[in-house]
Nanobody, 125 residues
Framework: QVQLVESGGGLVQAGGSLRLSCVAS????????MGWFRQAPGKEREFVAA????????YYADSVKGRFTISRDNAKNTVYLQMNSLKPEDTAVYYC??????????????????WGQGTQVTVSS
């Protein structure tokens, strides 16, 4: 069992930056590939980024590629999402999730076994 707690969300102007953190407790987070997803009002939850257990492999949704960076510090059981050049369309609740089965990482929700409660990111124009 893994518990995930996100933090770092908030209100930022377009073009600004935020860094989200996700701290895992329970089993060692290095046993899991990790991902970030987001859900905007009235929309389905969508994939944002994923990272392999070692951190050596990453994968991004086209909508955030070049602006967002996912990373992890296994010694701290923490995964990060650095978000730069934010746009109003990035406004959403951001969730981190842990995947214990994928060989490297996955962009499918069904691959993830544990989810955090989410943190709100609001980008004003």
């Amino acid at each position: 069992q893994v518990q995930l707690v996100e933090s770092g969300g908030g209100l930022v102007q377009a073009g600004g930056s935020l860094r989200l953190s996700c701290v895992a407790s329970g089993r060692t987070s290095s046993n899991y590939a990790m991902g970030w997803f987001r859900q905007a009002p009235g929309k389905e939850r969508e994939f944002v980024a994923a990272i392999s257990r070692s951190g050596g492999l990453t994968y991004y949704a086209d909508s955030v590629k070049g602006r967002f960076t996912i990373s992890r510090d296994n010694a701290k059981n923490t995964v990060y999402l650095q978000m730069n050049s934010l746009k109003p369309e990035d406004t959403a609740v951001y969730y981190c999730a842990a995947d214990r089965r994928s060989a490297d990482y996955s962009h499918y929700e069904v691959s993830y076994d544990y989810w955090g409660q989410g943190t709100q990111v609001t980008v004003s124009s």
